[in-house]
Every structure is written in C-alpha cells, then in structure tokens.
C-alpha cells in the first residue's frame, strides 16, 4: 500500500483509531517564515516558486496530540523550534542531517529532527542539493531512506502529515514499507503525484 490524499491532516488523523501507524516520519511547518526568503512554485518573476505564508506559524498542541494519538513512534524534522509542544519530549535519540556544506551559507547547514526512540543520537551528512526541485524545503529520498533503513522494520506502516515533495513517500516505495501520506496544498499535491509516477514508472522500465 502507498496512498497519498489531497487533503488536511488533522481531519484525517481525527478518523483514525489509536497507533494506526507504526511510524510518523513528519516534516511540519517550522514557523519560521521560510516562505519569506524562499518561493514556491515556477511563473513567480522573483524565484523558482510563487510566495505562500504556509511556514508562518508551527503547528498547535492539538496536531501533536493527533500524532502521537495514532502513530507508536514518531520522528519529527524541525521540532526544536517547537520541542515544548511534544509529549514525551525527553527522548535522546535526536538526528543531525549534515547537508554537507564545505563553507558557510545563509540559511541553516544541518537540521535537528526529534524521534521517540530510545537509542543514541545520530548524525547523517547528505548533501541537500537536488535537481528538478519540486519545493522549497524539499528533502532528499536519500534522507528518508536512511530513516527507514534504521527505524522501520518490514511490516510497518508509515505516515507522513505534510508529504511535500514526496520524498518519503518515495523511499517508502523503494524499502516496499505501507505508507500514507497527506498534503493539503492542490498544486504540491500534484506535482508529488507527478514526481512519485515517473519514478515508479522508471523502476518498472528498470525491470
């Protein structure tokens, strides 16, 4: 199973019995103002993306309650902007992702994402840099490929609340993991059907 909806992830989540997931793999809004510094999609005269206000504000209580509601274990990019909102928010095993920079830069080199396991912290550089970019915080396959590889087992089913660019989602098909992924924004949606058709399309030309 891999499914994606065009649709808001707290309705979703409200229709879910408890730990219907056994992992969320989440990359909210930071609340940071990225949109600010950063476009969004091809026609805007001043960048590669048009302009949004979607990163203007994190995500509440109640989306936390939600997630932790229906998943076991969750691994939430971003959440040092919002660690007080998590429950349970004591856990050690945080993840450094080192986008490899070899000199400094204006916006952030690494990012913290925050997981509810038990074991050490870890740290991966892969570099952020990635053709065809479809969003303005997209992440690479890689990254998430590297997730499932060390915190999903076969079996698991895995949601991601704001899929993006469908990075996960991707990974998610490629380590043959059950997945859902949910994205409110119609155009983003589209292109991660887009994106996620070619590359299956590509896998079944491979075979």
Same mark, same amino acid.
């Given at each position: 199973?891999?499914?994606?909806?065009?649709?808001?992830?707290?309705?979703?989540?409200?229709?879910?019995?408890?730990?219907?997931?056994?992992?969320?793999?989440?990359?909210?809004?930071?609340?940071?103002?990225?949109?600010?510094?950063?476009?969004?999609?091809?026609?805007?005269?001043?960048?590669?993306?048009?302009?949004?206000?979607?990163?203007?504000? #994190?995500?509440?209580?109640?989306?936390?309650?939600?997630?932790?509601?229906?998943?076991?274990?969750?691994?939430?990019?971003? !959440?040092?902007?919002?660690?007080?909102?998590? #429950?349970?928010?004591?856990?050690?095993?945080?993840?450094?992702?080192?986008?490899?920079?070899?000199?400094?830069?204006? *916006?952030?080199?690494?990012?913290?994402?925050?997981?509810? =396991?038990?074991?050490?912290?870890?740290?991966?550089?892969?570099?952020?840099?990635?053709?065809?970019?479809?969003? #303005?915080?997209?992440?690479?396959?890689?990254?998430? !490929?590297?997730?499932?590889?060390?915190?999903?087992? #076969?079996?698991?089913?895995?949601?991601?609340?704001?899929?993006?660019?469908?990075?996960?989602?991707?990974?998610?098909?490629?380590?043959?993991?059950? *997945?859902?992924?949910?994205?409110?924004?119609?155009?983003? =949606?589209? !292109?991660?059907?887009?994106? *996620?058709?070619?590359?299956?399309?590509?896998?079944?030309? !491979?075979?």
């Amino acid at each position: 199973m891999n499914e994606s909806y065009n649709m808001d992830c707290m309705e979703y989540m409200k229709s879910l019995p408890a730990k219907a997931f056994d992992l969320a793999v989440v990359d909210p809004p930071y609340g940071i103002s990225i949109s600010n510094n950063m476009g969004r999609r091809k026609g805007d005269k001043h960048s590669d993306y048009k302009k949004v206000e979607w990163d203007d504000a #994190p995500p509440t209580g109640k989306y936390f309650a939600e997630l932790f509601r229906v998943s076991q274990n969750q691994i939430i990019f971003g !959440a040092n902007y919002f660690i007080s909102l998590i #429950p349970k928010a004591d856990t050690p095993c945080w993840i450094c992702w080192d986008k490899g920079f070899s000199e400094d830069v204006s *916006f952030a080199s690494f990012e913290l994402a925050w997981t509810s =396991f038990t074991s050490p912290a870890k740290r991966v550089t892969l570099s952020s840099a990635q053709a065809g970019r479809i969003h #303005p915080t997209q992440k690479p396959v890689a990254l998430y !490929a590297w997730i499932f590889n060390r915190y999903a087992k #076969p079996g698991d089913k895995i949601l991601d609340t704001h899929l993006g660019s469908g990075s996960s989602r991707i990974a998610a098909y490629d380590a043959g993991l059950d *997945f859902v992924g949910l994205e409110i924004d119609k155009d983003y =949606f589209d !292109a991660q059907e887009k994106r *996620f058709a070619e590359h299956t399309a590509q896998l079944r030309l !491979a075979l």
